[in-house]
């Protein structure tokens, strides 16, 4: 009877631990994507505080994949650019999602959009490195985005998500 409770005493914790393994590695691609962009916007913030002109655009490229677009200009790029309207602004992509990672960004008002192929901009002001609403998002009538949520799938039956908060005024990236 003592042998059999010790047998059963060890499965129950080879079962916990390897359940609680499994939900560590099940988490890890929603995890690294959500410092990714967090890593992203404070570089983005502290590049647009400075001499340059930045915003960073997110959206899903045609495989799927969370990508972010990162934009940096100085002000004799932006004022050439607006003279000559073919050229662009300088950009970096790059993919920092892995397979099935979806993004929620929520903006004031309460309006909030799953990330699709359409880009969705963050910008934060040069002066203050507030945020500034995005202008060329119709849907949402330049309103800010304040809070972008990353998951695993369907948002409605994601049971983990990584919210990045964003504080409209200071521009201050939380991560939890």
């Known amino acids: 009877m003592v042998e059999l409770i010790i047998v059963i005493a060890i499965m129950v914790i080879l079962v916990g ?3 609680y393994g499994m939900s ?9 994507c959500a410092k990714k962009i967090e890593m992203v916007l404070n570089r983005n913030r502290t590049s647009s505080m400075g ?17 972010v677009q990162e934009y940096k200009e100085t002000a004799k790029e932006k004022q050439e650019r607006e003279t000559d309207p073919s050229l662009a602004p300088p950009v970096q ?3 920092i999602g892995a397979d099935g990672i979806n993004i929620r960004l929520s ?20 002066d203050s490195g507030a945020l500034v609403g995005d202008p060329d998002d119709a849907d949402n009538g330049n309103k800010v985005c304040i809070k972008i949520e990353v ?12 919210t990045i908060d964003l504080d409209e005024l ?3 990236i939380t991560l939890q």
Request: glycine share 10%; net charge positive.
């Open 17 to 19: 631990v390897t359940s």
């Open 170 to 172: 200071t521009g201050k």
């Open 151 to 162: 998951f695993r799938g369907d948002y409605g039956s994601a049971t983990y998500i990584r």
């Open 107 to 126: 903006y004031r008002g309460g309006t909030s959009i799953i990330l699709s192929s359409t880009p969705r901009r963050v910008k934060f002001s040069r």
């Open 24 to 32: 560590l590695i099940s988490n890890k691609p929603v995890d690294e």
């Open 93 to 95: 992509q790059y993919v």
């Open 51 to 67: 001499k340059q002109e930045a915003w960073v655009k997110f959206l899903l490229d045609g495989n799927g994949h969370v990508t």
